[in-house]
């Protein structure tokens, strides 16, 4: 009787555990998965900081780490509510506020969402995407833009903006989704809906001061080499862990989001040694950001045949994209529409040619509706984004100003709205406000 009564007090938790539904295994890939792409935020900021000028890269950084700060407490207060619990009549278009403050989300699973996984494990998993959009649209704005005016920005967006495309698109109620709109980690909710964004941001603000040419110099390619892989270490769980799952889609979108990328990359390179017989290392890093941005939607739904195929082909349409930009007069400094935009673009619309059944059973198989549902998904997000964005500008325009005065771009946004600066040298140690960069 004892031996009976210590066997089942050693299995009685792994009984409950399955009484309640909880995968351990998919619990840990999915909070193991949330960890990465915790990572990609600060990746983001070493990418976007090394791109700038030397003057402005603290107050570039800082943009990233704002959103991590204050999106992230926006996503337990009211946020993740809105984008994913049950709407009621407005079920289709967003969510409500039954789990506001994180009420009822849990150790137990929500199976609407996630089976296998705690809803709680689920809603940190969505907090770390909602972190990292906002902060994709600050690579357009940078050089120029005030700190609190992008923050105020970021916050009212990610109620207004994100949490509705996130509901749309991955709510089991949102429309979007119920019209069959693929989108495995993002494609449109994160970066179509960033770049849209972006775009009508860099246009409404304007082009930066005293620039002898439509880009600059990187103050540290380094930096941005050293983002771009953290960028695309944190992107395995970004994809991956979007199978909310350890199985064999969530294997599959890993593979994809190594071969996609490395596709990419490779065809800028091969484009740059074509074009002007040198290959760098920022067209590297950038290729490879392309290729990610594109097998985003398409990563647990897609062959690794189709990923090489989908990575290169972002890397040549971004490619042109970078170098057409300038002739639009479009201050787009760190080319978020460029990459973002017509990478996600592209993905998502190819994932309505070569998502395959075989992959994904719960997907589709691509076809000439797929492609369409694909392109309706693509074209209201940018509607969406793009007009909300601007309405969203001009409100937080009203209530402080969103551009630097024009001392402070020649000075540097380091000094002048954070402080500090990066690199201090023998001069900037005796004058603090000393032009750098």
């Known amino acids: 009787m004892r031996l009976l009564a210590a066997l089942v007090a050693a299995v009685a938790p792994a009984l409950a555990a399955a009484a309640d539904g909880i995968d351990a ?8 998965s949330a960890g990465l792409v915790l990572l990609m935020t600060p990746g983001l900021a070493f990418f976007y900081g090394g791109l700038v000028r030397a003057k402005n890269v603290v107050h570039t950084m800082n943009m990233s780490l704002l959103c991590m700060a204050f999106v992230g407490v926006l996503w337990a207060l009211c946020g993740y509510s809105l984008a994913f619990s049950p709407g009621g009549g407005l079920d289709r278009f967003i969510g409500g506020l039954g789990w506001s403050g994180l009420v009822g989300v849990g150790g137990k699973p929500e199976p609407s969402l996630a089976a296998t996984v705690p809803h709680g494990a689920f809603m940190l998993f969505q907090a770390m995407f909602a972190v990292i959009t906002p902060a994709l649209i600050s690579g357009a704005l940078v050089e120029r833009v005030r700190l609190k005016a992008f923050t105020l920005f970021a916050v009212l967006w990610s109620l207004l903006v994100y949490a509705p495309v996130a509901h749309w698109v991955w709510a089991p109620g949102g429309w ?5 709109a693929l989108d495995f980690a993002g494609g449109t909710v994160v970066h179509i809906n960033a ?3 972006a775009v009508v941001g860099a246009a409404l603000i304007g082009r930066r001061r005293g620039l002898r040419a439509p880009t600059v110099i990187p103050h540290s390619v380094p930096f941005a080499i050293l983002g771009a892989g953290l960028l695309w270490f944190g992107w395995l769980g970004f994809n991956g862990g979007s199978a909310l799952a350890a199985n064999g889609v969530a294997a599959s979108a890993f593979a994809n989001t190594f071969f996609a990328p490395a596709a990419a990359a490779a065809t800028w390179a ?10 760098s290392g920022v067209g590297l890093a950038s290729g490879a950001v392309a290729g990610m941005v594109a097998i985003t939607p398409a990563a647990g739904y897609v062959t690794p045949l189709s990923s090489l195929l989908i990575g290169a082909a972002a890397a040549a349409a971004s490619f042109s994209a970078v170098r057409y ?14 990459v973002h ?3 996600a673009t592209l993905g998502a619309l190819l994932t309505g040619v070569l998502a395959s059944r075989a992959v994904n059973p719960d997907g589709a198989d ?5 492609l369409g549902v694909q392109a309706i998904g693509v074209a209201v997000t940018f509607l969406w ?3 909300l964005s601007f309405l969203l500008f001009k409100l937080v325009g009203l209530v402080t100003p969103l551009r630097a005065d024009e001392q402070d771009e020649w000075t540097g946004l380091d000094m002048a709205d954070a402080g500090e600066r990066a690199y201090v040298s023998s001069e900037t140690e005796s004058s603090p406000h000393a032009a750098g960069g």
């Open 325 to 338: 930009r300038p002739r639009l007069g479009l201050d787009d400094s760190l080319d978020v529409f460029a």
């Open 341 to 343: 935009g017509v990478a």
């Open 270 to 279: 091969l484009i740059e040694l074509t074009l002007h017989g040198k290959l």
């Open 195 to 197: 770049a849209a964004a």
């Open 25 to 32: 295994g998919d619990t840990a890939f999915v909070l193991l």
């Open 176 to 180: 979007l989704r119920g019209l069959g």
């Open 366 to 370: 691509g076809s000439l509706r797929l």
């Open 385 to 387: 984004s793009g007009l």
